[in-house]
């Protein structure tokens, strides 16, 4: 009921807003993601079917946020790019970062079945935090996601020898030790004479995870009677295994770190 004595306790919400002018990004990350992975026997040290799944959701956000230019996602995060332009829910930080996290959760949860298989029952409650900060150019955007990559790789660069250790009989403390202090090179090299994998010949999606676009395709509307094509343009969302540190990626997409 309007203005009933109630109303009062209105004055203690705080409405903190973003930045205006900024870029924001929203990460959501997995909570105890570890152990949960453990409860449903992802492969180590990447899971092609629970990686996809991420990308899913990460595509489910962009067609329904209109406002989220990109995603980068590695693991069980996900970092979501919105322009410095964006009016979504007024910039109001608690609503863009719980609709964003919730939504995405949402999403692990109804297309889990679909990526992980029957054999693979949700056996508890996935759950994702949120946080949302802002970078006020493009530049300093593009390092936040370059340093999200290149943490991608160096994660996936130690985990793939180690797992490979720790499979092939090694115990994790043994395992640590073959490549404390151990460089690149070490490692791939160990990679390849122990295991007879190529670092470099690994799926892009492990080694530079995994970004998502909007992007346009042409397709022919109809058929006229001569037999000619009428072509139109929709948009689509698309996912990527893509350098994002090097600037051809950019410079393709030079809308997406527009103001």
Known sequence: MANSRYEYVKQYEQDATLLPGCFIVVRVDGK??????ELHGFEKPNDKRALDLMDRCACEVLREFSDVRMGYGVSDEYSFVLAPSTALYGRRTSKIVSVLTSFFTASYVRWWGEHMGADAPLRAT????????????????????????ADCHINNQYNTPYWCLV?????????QRTLAGSDAG???????????????ELPEQFRKGSVVVRARERFV??????????ERERGRVAVLH???????????RPETLAP
Request: aromatic letters at 16%; a neutral charge; proline letters at 4%.
């Open 242 to 252: 893509a350098d994002i540190i090097g600037d051809a990626f950019w410079t393709e």
């Open 186 to 200: 070490f490692k791939n090299e160990l990679l390849f004479s122990r295991f007879g994998i190529n670092y470099n």
């Open 167 to 175: 499979k092939s009989g090694a115990t994790p403390s043994e395992a």
């Open 221 to 230: 509307a109809k058929v006229r009677e001569d037999g000619t094509a009428v």
């Open 126 to 149: 996935p759950a994702f935090d949120g946080r949302a900060v802002c970078y006020p150019n493009a530049a300093t955007l593009r390092d936040y996601l370059s340093w999200r990559q």
């Open 32 to 37: 105890g993601f570890t152990k949960f992975s």
